[in-house]
């Protein structure tokens, strides 16, 4: 959300950080990233003191705000959710939706939470296709301010899904940066792996062309698909595992058997960060 062209050191103070984003949102649309969130980060969200979880950008309603709430309750009890958005109408409309543990608040990329000057650090912030909008170019600005507002366990997950959450690419990122990346898919309606491409977060879509990691990654994605077209007859979910095992002799995955069988494949940020 942070607009192109005006620097935040010339905003006026208070000013909230970023750029209208569409607001497009449908219920259940994050429930892939929701699930991966609950299963990976559960345990740092149940060890932390009264731990905040942010849904940053929520959109035009509020629906994944509170499905969040939902969600991660089910695995930390004591988490709460505050969802932040640039635009006032949609904080307002939103606002008949707080309940314990909900709440929506007016905001950008500063993240404005409670505490002197906003301090109190999130335990999570996640921003589901919020950067699409925007150059390539600022979004390791954007990533820098989101992970230094993060609690010292804090995890951000940025990236982009279909509307109705049948694909999703994700990036987790830590205090230190980006950590892996995340496919996401409902197997039944896959082709090809690669047809996640369209899905891949602002950091990556448009480094996907020869001489770049992310495409070499898809290339290989695909032939691994394909050299496991036998096993489709026990069902998609074992041709993924089986594809997922084959990438794992050259590619650093960072998950395995539990997480492919969710129509999930994580892999280590470093294997796919952009040339240059």
Same mark, same amino acid.
């Given at each position: 959300m942070?607009?192109?062209?005006?620097?935040?050191?010339?905003?006026?103070?208070?000013?909230?950080?970023?750029?209208?984003?569409?607001?497009?949102?449908?219920?259940?649309?994050?429930?892939?990233?929701?699930?991966?969130?609950?299963?990976?980060h559960?345990?740092?969200?149940?060890?932390?003191?009264?731990?905040?979880?942010?849904?940053?950008?929520?959109?035009a309603?509020?629906?994944?705000?509170?499905?969040?709430?939902?969600?991660?309750?089910?695995?930390?009890?004591?988490?709460?959710?505050?969802?932040?958005?640039?635009?006032?109408?949609?904080? =307002?409309? %939103?606002? #008949? $939706?707080?309940?314990? *543990?909900?709440?929506? +608040?007016?905001?950008g990329?500063?993240?404005? /939470?409670? @505490?002197?000057?906003?301090?109190?650090?999130?335990?999570?912030?996640?921003?589901?296709?919020?950067?699409?909008?925007?150059?390539?170019?600022?979004?390791?600005?954007?990533?820098?301010?989101?992970?230094?507002?993060?609690?010292p366990?804090?995890?951000?997950?940025?990236?982009?899904?279909?509307?109705?959450?049948?694909?999703?690419?994700?990036?987790?990122?830590?205090?230190?940066?980006?950590?892996t990346?995340?496919?996401?898919?409902?197997?039944?309606s896959?082709?090809?792996?690669?047809?996640?491409?369209?899905?891949?977060?602002?950091?990556?879509?448009?480094?996907?062309?020869?001489?770049?990691?992310?495409?070499?990654?898809?290339?290989?994605?695909?032939?691994?698909w =394909?050299? %496991?077209? #036998? $096993?489709?007859?026990? *069902?998609?979910?074992? +041709?993924?595992?089986?594809?997922?095992?084959? /990438?794992? @002799?050259?590619?650093?995955?960072?998950?395995?058997?539990?997480?492919?069988?969710?129509?999930?494949?994580?892999?280590?940020?470093?294997?796919?960060?952009?040339?240059?």
């Amino acid at each position: 959300m942070a607009s192109r062209g005006t620097p935040p050191s010339s905003r006026a103070p208070g000013r909230p950080v970023g750029s209208v984003t569409r607001g497009t949102t449908n219920p259940n649309r994050l429930r892939r990233m929701d699930r991966w969130i609950a299963a990976t980060h559960g345990a740092a969200l149940r060890r932390a003191q009264a731990p905040v979880a942010v849904d940053l950008g929520y959109g035009a309603a509020p629906w994944t705000a509170v499905e969040l709430l939902a969600r991660l309750r089910a695995v930390a009890p004591g988490v709460r959710v505050v969802g932040i958005e640039i635009e006032p109408a949609r904080v =307002a409309g %939103a606002k #008949p $939706y707080e309940r314990d *543990g909900l709440s929506f +608040r007016h905001g950008g990329f500063e993240v404005p /939470l409670d @505490g002197p000057g906003g301090g109190e650090r999130p335990a999570l912030i996640r921003a589901a296709n919020v950067l699409r909008q925007y150059d390539e170019e600022r979004v390791a600005e954007v990533w820098a301010r989101l992970c230094s507002r993060l609690a010292p366990e804090g995890l951000l997950v940025e990236g982009t899904c279909d509307e109705i959450g049948r694909r999703h690419v994700w990036v987790a990122l830590g205090p230190e940066g980006p950590r892996t990346v995340t496919f996401a898919t409902r197997l039944g309606s896959l082709e090809r792996p690669s047809d996640l491409a369209e899905r891949l977060p602002k950091a990556l879509i448009h480094r996907n062309v020869p001489g770049e990691p992310v495409h070499a990654f898809l290339r290989d994605f695909d032939r691994a698909w =394909a050299a %496991a077209a #036998p $096993y489709a007859s026990y *069902g998609a979910r074992q +041709r993924w595992i089986r594809t997922a095992r084959a /990438l794992s @002799g050259d590619w650093p995955l960072a998950d395995g058997p539990v997480r492919w069988r969710q129509g999930e494949l994580t892999v280590r940020w470093e294997a796919l960060r952009p040339v240059g």
